[in-house]
């Protein structure tokens, strides 16, 4: 089970891929979207949170993945969810996008939220823990939680451009992303091919 947390930067529809992609080949998922994320759904996928599980009504809607049932999502105020205790066995956890509010409770072991409890417990169970900060520029405070981070053994992914993959759209670069962090975590990536395959200039 891979857990995955969805903050207040812009484009959540990097966590929305991450998830379809997940559930699509078979792999459980608990997920967390924070009250800014919801605000920024509104804004930048025009979706607006409804229903007793937003998250699996907004998923269902796009009909990227059959597999929707593998899907269970918790309130990010929700300390009694799985997720808040080292118990749980997730496999890894995932914030993506990583909001700089966010980045910084986790650095500094600050759990007010299910997600940065979740965070916490994935440090200090030593479990994987991939960061997709969303911010530029970037100020020191967020270089140097970053840094942080990178020392407690998390992975600090930002999404950045992929110029060499040529891609046609943004829906090519948000894939790209999220092949990244399949990648990352072991999982099937069929969203790009690896270099070599099918963008080396010499074949
Ligand atoms: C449209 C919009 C875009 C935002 N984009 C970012 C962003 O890219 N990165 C960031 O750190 N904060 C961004 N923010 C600010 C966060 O949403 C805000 O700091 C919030 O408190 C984060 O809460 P959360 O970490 O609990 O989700 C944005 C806010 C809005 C309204």
């Given at each position: 089970m891979i857990a995955i947390a969805i903050t207040g930067?812009?484009?959540p529809i990097l966590g929305i891929r991450l998830i379809e992609e997940l559930l699509s080949g078979g792999e459980e998922v608990y997920a967390v979207v924070s009250n800014a994320a919801w605000q920024i759904i509104d804004h930048e996928l025009s979706y607006k949170k409804n229903g007793p599980s937003p998250l699996t009504g907004l998923i269902a809607s796009r009909g990227?993945?059959?597999?929707?049932?593998?899907l269970k999502e918790y309130d990010d105020?929700?300390?009694?969810?799985?997720?808040?205790?080292?118990?749980?066995?997730?496999?890894a956890m995932v914030v993506?996008?990583?909001?700089m509010k966010t980045l910084s409770g986790i650095a500094h072991g600050y759990a007010d939220s299910l997600i940065t409890r979740a965070c916490d417990v994935a440090i200090k169970e030593k479990r994987k823990l991939v960061v997709v900060p969303r911010e530029t520029p970037l100020s020191i405070i967020h270089i140097e939680n970053m840094h942080k981070l990178a020392l407690a053994g998390a992975i600090i992914l930002p999404p950045v451009i992929s110029f060499y993959t040529l891609p046609k759209s943004t829906d090519d670069m948000v894939d790209f992303i999220t092949g990244k962090v399949l990648n990352l975590l072991g999982k099937k990536n069929t969203l790009f091919e690896s270099w070599g395959n099918s963008h080396c200039p010499a074949k």
């Open positions: 930067a812009s484009g990227k993945t059959a597999k929707i049932n593998l105020k929700d300390f009694f969810s799985p997720l808040a205790s080292g118990s749980t066995l997730f496999e993506i996008p990583c909001s």
